[in-house]
């Protein structure tokens, strides 16, 4: 079984790391747990999806359930570092998924739905999940190499992801998550600003994802540096 990663003498800039090492030592001593909550986060995400998917073709759903996926691969990321396994590609998409999600919805919930008529506790609980989705992408780091090859991996799914949400939908309509805002009349409407602010959204954090996947990859490959700065696993 593998445990907490110890510090070298390596350095991570905050925008790469911005996490304090207490928290990233805590969370990885109690990574099942993290497992866990990321586990049942899924069978939610699925369960909030459900309607969704029962309107798309069997063969798109891979791309319509994007935030219970991305937690699906965090777990599995965690699973598979705890237990010696090197799965670079699910590093990745993990690490790309936790971010572009994670950020993704509470910028549309907050700037293009609004709260409407959704549960005040669910509206909320939407918002503050994700945006720890994003902050649990900065853990992996910590065991994952960043390897170029698996960076290519994670960016082409999820500039894949891009196309067929919002430019190019292989089968039936775009694929992204529905949104309260592109409701008008009883009708899904494609054509107005909330569905281009939020492929904008998009495809800048798949583009942001890209950079700061590459940037730690950069970092991790310098020259140990200064022992008393922050260190990188």
């Given at each position: 079984?593998?445990?907490?990663?110890?510090?070298?003498?390596?350095?991570?800039?905050?925008?790469?790391?911005?996490?304090?090492?207490?928290?990233?030592?805590?969370?990885?001593?109690?990574?099942?747990?993290?497992?866990?909550?990321?586990?049942?986060?899924?069978?939610?995400?699925?369960?909030?999806?459900?309607?969704?998917?029962?309107?798309?073709?069997?063969?798109?759903?891979?791309?319509?359930?994007?935030?219970?996926?991305?937690?699906?691969?965090?777990?599995?990321?965690?699973?598979?570092?705890?237990?010696?396994?090197?799965?670079?590609?699910?590093?990745?998409?993990?690490?790309?998924?936790?971010?572009?999600?994670?950020?993704?919805?509470?910028?549309?919930?907050?700037?293009?739905?609004?709260?409407?008529?959704?549960?005040?506790?669910?509206?909320?609980?939407?918002?503050?999940?994700?945006?720890?989705?994003?902050?649990?992408?900065?853990?992996?780091?910590?065991?994952?190499?960043?390897?170029?090859?698996?960076?290519?991996?994670?960016?082409?799914?999820?500039?894949?992801?891009?196309?067929?949400?919002?430019?190019?939908?292989?089968?039936?309509?775009?694929?992204?998550?529905?949104?309260?805002?592109?409701?008008?009349?009883?009708?899904?409407?494609?054509?107005?600003?909330?569905?281009?602010?939020?492929?904008?959204?998009?495809?800048?954090?798949?583009?942001?994802?890209?950079?700061?996947?590459?940037?730690?990859?950069?970092?991790?490959?310098?020259p140990s540096g200064d022992p008393s700065k922050r260190g990188l696993?």
């Amino acid at each position: 079984m593998t445990s907490v990663p110890t510090a070298t003498t390596n350095r991570l800039p905050s925008y790469l790391a911005p996490l304090p090492r207490r928290v990233e030592d805590l969370a990885l001593r109690y990574a099942w747990a993290i497992v866990a909550i990321n586990l049942a986060g899924t069978a939610f995400g699925f369960w909030y999806y459900r309607f969704q998917l029962a309107q798309t073709p069997i063969v798109m759903w891979p791309f319509v359930p994007d935030s219970p996926a991305a937690t699906l691969f965090v777990a599995l990321s965690l699973a598979a570092w705890k237990l010696d396994y090197d799965v670079e590609w699910l590093h990745m998409l993990a690490f790309f998924g936790n971010i572009k999600l994670g950020l993704w919805t509470p910028f549309v919930q907050l700037v293009l739905n609004g709260a409407g008529d959704i549960e005040p506790w669910l509206y909320w609980f939407l918002i503050v999940s994700h945006l720890a989705m994003s902050l649990q992408s900065f853990l992996i780091y910590r065991y994952a190499e960043f390897s170029v090859s698996a960076v290519a991996v994670a960016t082409v799914w999820y500039g894949l992801n891009d196309i067929v949400d919002y430019f190019a939908p292989l089968v039936g309509e775009f694929h992204h998550t529905f949104l309260r805002a592109e409701l008008v009349n009883g009708i899904i409407d494609h054509s107005g600003q909330a569905h281009d602010f939020a492929a904008a959204a998009a495809v800048t954090l798949t583009l942001a994802a890209t950079f700061l996947a590459l940037a730690t990859r950069i970092k991790k490959l310098e020259p140990s540096g200064d022992p008393s700065k922050r260190g990188l696993d």
